[in-house]
Structure formats: structure tokens, C-alpha cells
């Protein structure tokens, strides 16, 4: 059975992307993958600290591995072009949308986008939030699997 593949998407210094594969890493069985994917290299330096198994920058890795994962984590930035200072190209949002791969985002708001319904709270408790959201996506997608291989 082969692992679940996870992308964790960031751009700018990567702090919200290290915290996230840094607590996905700890949530999640060793078995699964974590692909750090920055649009710059600091970014994609700092989720490697934060425990990545494999690491990649720029626009075409991106847009290379979003279609070759199970899952794709991130602030909600990601699917807005020229978001995080410009680093955000149409090719990563039109990659990481058109992607079959579970999204799970970040309703972080820097972007002048409010989403209604969400709950405005400190980015640790949306992180925490996210990684739980994660967690069970992971097991919903081994069991498939395991139920496939029976």
C-alpha cells in the first residue's frame, strides 16, 4: 500500500507552512509523506526544519506536484493569484484548484477576502484545527486503501 502523500503549500519566510509540517509530522504515522513546497526557497527551507520529507520551490514544482498528492494544506492564499506579495502565480492557483487531491486551507484573511461563517480566531487554534482535519482525511484515504488491497 503506498503512503498518503501530503503537500503543505507556503510561501513568503514559510512560518505558517513550518508549523503545520511541524505538527502534522508529529500527529501522523511515519508512513506518510510530507512534501514541503515553497514558492521561494526560504519557505520551502523552513518546512523542511519543520519536518518534511522532500522539499521543493518555485512555480513548477508546485504546480509538478500538485496533481501527484492525495492531499494539499495551506492558507487559503494559495488559491489566489498574486497573494502573498505577488509570489502566488496564476499557474500555482490554477494547479492547486484543478487538483483532484482533498484541499484543506487556512481561512487566513490578508488577502481583502472574507469567507462568512468562519469563526475569526488566532492563526495556532486554526492550525490545531486544520491538523485534526487532516489527521482524519489521512485515515479516510488508508482505509480506502486498505479496503481496496483486502
Known amino acids: 500500500m503506498s503512503p498518503v502523500r501530503?503537500?503543505?503549500?507556503?510561501?513568503?519566510?514559510g512560518g505558517i507552512?513550518?508549523?503545520?509540517?511541524?505538527a502534522l509530522r508529529?500527529?501522523?504515522?511515519?508512513?506518510?509523506?510530507?512534501?514541503?513546497?515553497?514558492?521561494?526557497?526560504?519557505?520551502?527551507?523552513?518546512?523542511l526544519k519543520g519536518g518534511a520529507n522532500e522539499?521543493?520551490?518555485?512555480?513548477?514544482?508546485i504546480v509538478h506536484m500538485a496533481s501527484r498528492v492525495d492531499l494539499i494544506v495551506g492558507s487559503l492564499a494559495i488559491l489566489i493569484a498574486g497573494s502573498m506579495c505577488g509570489e502566488v502565480t496564476p499557474g500555482i492557483t490554477?494547479?492547486?484548484?484543478?487538483?483532484?487531491?482533498m484541499k484543506i486551507l487556512l481561512p487566513i484573511n490578508r488577502n481583502r477576502v472574507t469567507i462568512v461563517s468562519v469563526v475569526d480566531e488566532p492563526v495556532p487554534h486554526q492550525i490545531e484545527k486544520l491538523i485534526g482535519?487532516?489527521?482524519?482525511?489521512v485515515q479516510n484515504i488508508e482505509e480506502r486503501r486498505k479496503n481496496r488491497n483486502v
Do not use: F, P, W
Not at 6 to 13: K, L, T
Not at 31 to 42: E, M, P, R, W
Open 26 to 47: 508529529e500527529a501522523l504515522n511515519e508512513d506518510v509523506k510530507i512534501y514541503a513546497l515553497g514558492t521561494n526557497a526560504i519557505a520551502m527551507g523552513n518546512m
Open 6 to 13: 501530503i503537500a503543505v503549500i507556503d510561501g513568503q519566510g
Open 94 to 101: 490554477a494547479a492547486v484548484g484543478s487538483a483532484s487531491a
Open 55 to 61: 522539499a521543493a520551490s518555485g512555480e513548477n514544482a
Open 17 to 22: 507552512g513550518r508549523h503545520i509540517t511541524a
Open 133 to 137: 482535519e487532516t489527521a482524519r482525511c
